[in-house]
């Protein structure tokens, strides 16, 4: 494996960029992506949503990821006694 010296951050970040992708490149992605699927499966509730601001409706998606994110750790509180 080739080390790299960069003087700034911003280099560094450069090479990592791929101008060129290729057949090898996009089965890795999808190989990134189905494994994030699995560890982090996507969910929401079914249904159209209405928010009065982009800031709301990020608040509910960032709620909604928390919620699941419990879910999966078991860490879940129950709400149902109040």
Not at 14 to 28: G, N, R, V
Not at 54 to 71: G, S
Request: glycine share 2%.
């Amino acid at each position: 494996m080739t080390l790299y010296k960069f003087k700034t951050f911003e280099e560094a970040e450069k090479q990592l960029w791929c101008f060129e992708p290729d057949e090898a490149y996009y089965k890795s992605l999808r190989a990134l992506f189905r494994f994030f699927c699995r560890i982090n499966p996507p969910s929401c509730p079914a249904g159209i949503f209405k928010y009065r601001s982009l800031a709301d409706a990020d608040r509910q998606k960032k709620d909604w990821d928390m919620q699941n994110a419990m879910k999966r750790t078991g860490e879940q509180e129950d709400t149902s006694k109040d």
